[in-house]
Every structure is written in C-alpha cells, then in structure tokens.
C-alpha cells in the first residue's frame, strides 16, 4: 500500500507533504510520494483539501 497522487486534482498546497509522519511527501509543482518511505497512515488522504490523495496497491496508477 501506498499513498497515491491524482496530479490532476493537486493544487501544490503542501499539506500532505507538512502531515506526513515519515517525509515521505515533497512538493515540486505537485506532491509526489516516495512509495518506499509510505507507512499508509493516511494523514495525508484526510488533509488534501482537494481529495487528491487515496491510499491503496502500489501497483495501481491514477
Ligand atoms: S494536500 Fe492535496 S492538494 Fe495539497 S499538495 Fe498534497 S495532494 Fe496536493
Ligand atoms: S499515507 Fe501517511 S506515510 Fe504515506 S505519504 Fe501519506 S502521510 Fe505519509
């Protein structure tokens, strides 16, 4: 499980990136998540003012 992106949806805000417990979050134009360092907490799925974030297999891609 890992945390996952809908770039599309990502205003950039850097609210997952400051929730995230283990830096696993960087803002660059929109969030990225290192997939390696994802505890799947969630944090930052419940903060995205956006709903841009959905935890789930790293193998699915939005
Ligand atoms: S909290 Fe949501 S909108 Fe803000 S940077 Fe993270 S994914 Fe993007
Ligand atoms: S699910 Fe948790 S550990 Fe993973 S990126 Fe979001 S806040 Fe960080």
Do not use: W
């Not at 929109?30 to 959905?54: D, H, M, T, Y």
Request: aromatic share 2%; proline share 5%; with cysteine.
């Amino acid at each position: 499980m890992t945390a996952r992106i809908n770039k599309a949806k990502c205003a950039g805000c850097g609210a997952c990136m400051d929730i995230c417990p283990v830096a696993a979050v960087h803002v660059e134009v929109v969030a990225i998540v290192n997939s390696r360092k994802c505890a799947s907490c969630g944090l930052c799925s419940e903060i995205c003012p956006q709903f841009a974030i959905k935890v789930g297999p790293k193998k699915a891609r939005t």
